[in-house]
């Protein structure tokens, strides 16, 4: 299982300053600079920048077979490589991406991505609200994107050795020296903010993401202070789980993917979201602003956000759909998993997630630019790490 390795520091300056344009996007009769407003004709073929998983056979045959539209994947191992290959022989090489928060937005403001008929995809409709237009791809009322699925990054326990956690502080504990593990990747400044905005009030971090000077430090300054504690910094779910099966690690930041996957190992684990609140993921299908098949990324859309479709995904991958009729589905394919993964949850429940966005130097309030820009979380994470 291989998602959301390491970033690497690709020089992602200027990508943030771009001004937001609305992209072409291919139209019933081919390549258009406005939106469709109908889907044409499928031209037999998409390519598409995934992570790993996300375009398992079980789902994506029945799609072949019903539009003509043969997939061709691309895995990609970080948000960043997936920038990288979007915009790689000047764009048009790949056709869609399903792009985390950490991603969306430099490819949005880069003019990467075209803006998406929401009318065009029915399925659209029995989405949570929540997911309907969220900031990670929705930008001024235009929509860059389909949601397709969400996770939190939970507090993930032995239970042979620790008793039930309720805070984070766990993972800053010297007591548990040795014992933590953590995410290999610079967003995890996020969850250190997060923290600190519980704890340490008088910093008066409001949003993890948007992060000042003196925010910013103090988060790098936990961190670092955390660095000396920590087992291994993962970068493949299968690391964490490993760690959690031999005993190499009683306490880590994790997903619900690792805790089942280890619960059918009959592994003593738990999990739990802190009282401070966690950050997760948003994944979107985008489509790039120079697709060559917009016909069969229509399609997709149309079928990837239909509810047995987002069922079969969250039970094989372990996330959480964000079609509310998945929900009964996902039972039929594993008993319990609509509970496991918080299919049925209230709204507050992942209203609650601080989900994942591209740092910005403009901190999107009365502050203007004072932010941290995500090239600078890059820097320290490698600063971090030492």
Same mark, same amino acid.
């Given at each position: 299982m291989r998602r959301r390795n390491v970033l690497a520091p690709l020089g992602l300056a200027a990508v943030i300053a771009v001004a937001l344009v609305a992209p072409s996007v291919g139209s019933s009769k081919g390549t258009s600079s406005a939106m469709p407003t109908a889907i044409g004709p499928g031209e037999g073929q998409l390519t598409m920048v995934a992570w790993e998983g996300y375009l398992d056979k079980s789902w994506v045959a029945p799609f072949e077979k019903q539009t003509g539209c043969k997939v061709r994947a691309k895995y990609a191992g970080s948000s960043d490589e997936m920038v990288s290959l979007m915009r790689s022989g000047g764009g048009g090489q790949y056709d869609m991406v399903s792009a985390s928060g950490d991603a969306s937005l430099r490819l949005i403001y880069g003019g990467d991505i075209a803006e998406t008929n929401v009318s065009l995809v029915p399925a659209w409709k029995q989405f949570h609200a929540a997911f309907k237009s969220p900031t990670t791809n929705t930008v001024k009322g235009k929509h860059y994107g389909i949601s397709l699925q969400f996770g939190p990054n939970i507090l993930l326990y032995?239970?042979?050795?620790?008793?039930?956690?309720?805070?984070?502080?766990v993972i800053y504990d010297p007591a548990n020296k040795g014992k933590i593990t953590i995410p290999d990747n610079p967003i995890q400044i996020a969850d250190a903010a997060l923290y600190l905005s519980k704890t340490t009030p008088s910093l008066r971090i409001k949003d993890p993401y948007e992060l000042d000077a003196k925010q910013f430090a103090a988060a790098v300054a936990l961190l670092k202070k955390q660095k000396p504690l920590i087992k291994k910094y993962w970068g493949l779910a299968s690391d964490q789980i490993d760690l959690f099966k031999n005993g190499g690690s009683t306490l880590g930041a994790s997903w619900p &993917?690792? &805790?089942s996957q280890l619960k059918a190992a009959k592994a003593p684990v738990g999990q739990v979201n802190? #009282?401070?609140? @966690?950050?997760?993921?948003?994944?979107?299908?985008?489509?790039s602003s120079k697709a060559k098949h917009p016909n069969c990324a229509y399609r997709w859309w149309n079928y990837i956000s239909a509810a047995k479709p987002q069922a079969?995904?969250? @039970?094989?991958?372990?996330?959480t759909p964000v079609n509310r009729n998945a929900c009964p589905i996902m039972n039929t394919l594993a008993k319990g998993s609509c509970v496991l993964y918080s299919a049925n949850a209230p709204a507050s429940y992942y209203r609650a997630i601080k989900f994942w966005k591209?740092?910005?130097?403009?901190?999107?309030?009365?502050?203007? #630019? @004072?932010c941290t820009p995500y090239s600078r979380w890059v820097q320290a994470w490698t600063q971090i790490k030492g």
């Amino acid at each position: 299982m291989r998602r959301r390795n390491v970033l690497a520091p690709l020089g992602l300056a200027a990508v943030i300053a771009v001004a937001l344009v609305a992209p072409s996007v291919g139209s019933s009769k081919g390549t258009s600079s406005a939106m469709p407003t109908a889907i044409g004709p499928g031209e037999g073929q998409l390519t598409m920048v995934a992570w790993e998983g996300y375009l398992d056979k079980s789902w994506v045959a029945p799609f072949e077979k019903q539009t003509g539209c043969k997939v061709r994947a691309k895995y990609a191992g970080s948000s960043d490589e997936m920038v990288s290959l979007m915009r790689s022989g000047g764009g048009g090489q790949y056709d869609m991406v399903s792009a985390s928060g950490d991603a969306s937005l430099r490819l949005i403001y880069g003019g990467d991505i075209a803006e998406t008929n929401v009318s065009l995809v029915p399925a659209w409709k029995q989405f949570h609200a929540a997911f309907k237009s969220p900031t990670t791809n929705t930008v001024k009322g235009k929509h860059y994107g389909i949601s397709l699925q969400f996770g939190p990054n939970i507090l993930l326990y032995n239970t042979q050795f620790e008793r039930t956690p309720t805070s984070w502080s766990v993972i800053y504990d010297p007591a548990n020296k040795g014992k933590i593990t953590i995410p290999d990747n610079p967003i995890q400044i996020a969850d250190a903010a997060l923290y600190l905005s519980k704890t340490t009030p008088s910093l008066r971090i409001k949003d993890p993401y948007e992060l000042d000077a003196k925010q910013f430090a103090a988060a790098v300054a936990l961190l670092k202070k955390q660095k000396p504690l920590i087992k291994k910094y993962w970068g493949l779910a299968s690391d964490q789980i490993d760690l959690f099966k031999n005993g190499g690690s009683t306490l880590g930041a994790s997903w619900p &993917y690792m &805790y089942s996957q280890l619960k059918a190992a009959k592994a003593p684990v738990g999990q739990v979201n802190p #009282k401070e609140g @966690v950050t997760g993921w948003l994944d979107t299908w985008m489509l790039s602003s120079k697709a060559k098949h917009p016909n069969c990324a229509y399609r997709w859309w149309n079928y990837i956000s239909a509810a047995k479709p987002q069922a079969m995904q969250a @039970v094989t991958y372990g996330e959480t759909p964000v079609n509310r009729n998945a929900c009964p589905i996902m039972n039929t394919l594993a008993k319990g998993s609509c509970v496991l993964y918080s299919a049925n949850a209230p709204a507050s429940y992942y209203r609650a997630i601080k989900f994942w966005k591209t740092p910005l130097a403009d901190c999107g309030d009365a502050r203007g #630019k @004072v932010c941290t820009p995500y090239s600078r979380w890059v820097q320290a994470w490698t600063q971090i790490k030492g």
